[in-house]
């Protein structure tokens, strides 16, 4: 008996405003980026187009860093390639934890065989550095400091220059999530000493999601080429990824590149070099100045300390007697628009206002302090 065809017809998304966690707005430009004829990824011109990436991405990183390229897969994948390649088993691993994705690390660190060392910090806080130096004292045997500089899920930045100085210290490697920094805010990998470092294609560069720009050091590469058993992963594994992304000598075939993201993250970046990044930080920060005068207008009240507070990132704390779900769910409704709700322990608790990226504009801005005045009325 052959299966009936389903009567479904193209899909067809209804057009939002999104001002959550990531993704973020794509541009109209990135989107016609993509809808280019798809070609072969072994085809020169698209070889040329991979390195154009990979130049383009230096500069988001601010890295002169050789191993730079977008890792095909999700922020969690460029995640996973980082611990995957440079812990071992019974490698100490000190993992900085101060929200949802600091916890992820620590996952991540198990799965590999390395033992986790936490360094825990209430949820809305930066990583503390005190806490920091007290591990390593008591771990002088640690090899990689782990830490998230955006925790996107509390809107908190932790300072990377001051944790890569006490990794450098004590001898060890640091890898850094940048998933919600990189392009909103200043990830200088180069001057603070990053040696892995891991991100999205769908926040602050504001293509869609599906990659992960990743960049290693020299000290990086030499971990993983002294590796004493095999990168667990395959598709991770960055001694084989290189053969098609590291352009020396000929290209072999690892897996098929997403031909059309690449693209589209391609265009991102030109737009990102177009703009200018200290430009594109400037903007994130002027209109995170412009909602925070608006929020305070509506008496809504943020959860992170002004010092350590992300302007891409804004966690608000949900007024007393409002309706989680329901306010979220008319902004969604009557005006289209996506804020983020919380994660984990902030659930309920907290709203994550993104402006990323494209989404970090004057119009956005204002539409959003409308739509919420409205659904708080
Ligand atoms: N790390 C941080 C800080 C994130 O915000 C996210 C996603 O929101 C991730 C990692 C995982 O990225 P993805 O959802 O693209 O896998």
């Not at 991979?50 to 995640?79: D, H």
């Not at 209430?122 to 920091?132: D, M």
């Not at 990830?187 to 602050?204: E, F, N, P, R």
């Not at 002027?286 to 207008?297: D, Q, S, T």
């Amino acid at each position: 008996m052959p299966f009936t065809a389903p009567a479904i017809k193209s899909f067809q998304p209804p057009r939002r405003t999104l001002m959550g966690p990531g993704p973020s707005d794509v541009p109209q430009r990135i989107l016609d980026a993509m809808a280019r004829p798809t070609i072969g990824h072994l085809d020169p011109a698209f070889t040329d187009m991979m390195e154009e990436i990979k130049q383009l991405l230096r500069y988001a990183f601010q890295t002169g860093n050789k191993l730079t390229f977008p890792v095909s897969g999700p922020g969690s994948v460029g995640m996973e390639t980082c611990f995957v390649n440079l812990v071992e088993p019974g490698d100490k691993v000190i993992v900085c934890v101060n929200g949802v994705f600091g916890g992820r690390m620590v996952e991540n660190v198990k799965r590999t065989g390395g033992i986790p060392v936490l360094v825990e910090d209430a949820w809305g806080e930066p990583v503390s550095l005190n806490k920091v130096a007290d591990a390593f004292a008591a771990n002088p045997d640690a090899k990689v400091l782990a830490f998230v500089h955006a925790e996107t899920s509390t809107g908190a930045r932790s300072d990377a220059k001051a944790l890569a100085e006490l990794a450098r210290k004590h001898g060890a490697l640091t890898i850094m999530d940048c998933v919600t920094s990189l392009g909103g805010i200043p990830v200088l990998i180069d001057a603070w000493g990053i040696d892995a470092a891991y991100s999205g294609s769908q926040k602050c560069l504001s293509c869609t999601p599906g990659l992960a720009p990743v960049t290693f050091s020299e000290r990086a590469i030499a971990k993983v080429q002294a590796r004493k058993t095999p990168v667990q992963s395959w598709f991770m594994d960055l001694n084989l990824v290189l053969g098609y992304w590291s352009g020396e000598g000929r290209r072999t075939y690892h897996h098929t590149a997403p031909i059309n993201p690449l693209y589209g993250l391609h265009e991102a970046l030109v737009m990102l070099a177009e703009e200018g990044i200290e430009n594109a930080w400037a903007r994130h920060r002027a209109m995170h100045e412009r909602l925070k005068a608006g929020l305070a207008k509506l008496g809504l009240r943020f959860v992170v300390a002004e010092a350590a507070r992300l302007p891409q990132l804004n966690s608000l704390a949900i007024p007393a007697g409002i309706d989680d779900a329901a306010a979220r769910g008319r902004l969604l409704t009557e005006f289209n628009l996506e804020i983020g709700a919380g994660l984990g322990a902030l659930a309920g608790q907290i709203w994550r206002i993104g402006l990323m990226g494209y989404s970090a504009k004057q119009a956005n801005v204002d539409y959003c302090l409308k739509a919420l005045e409205a659904v708080l009325a």
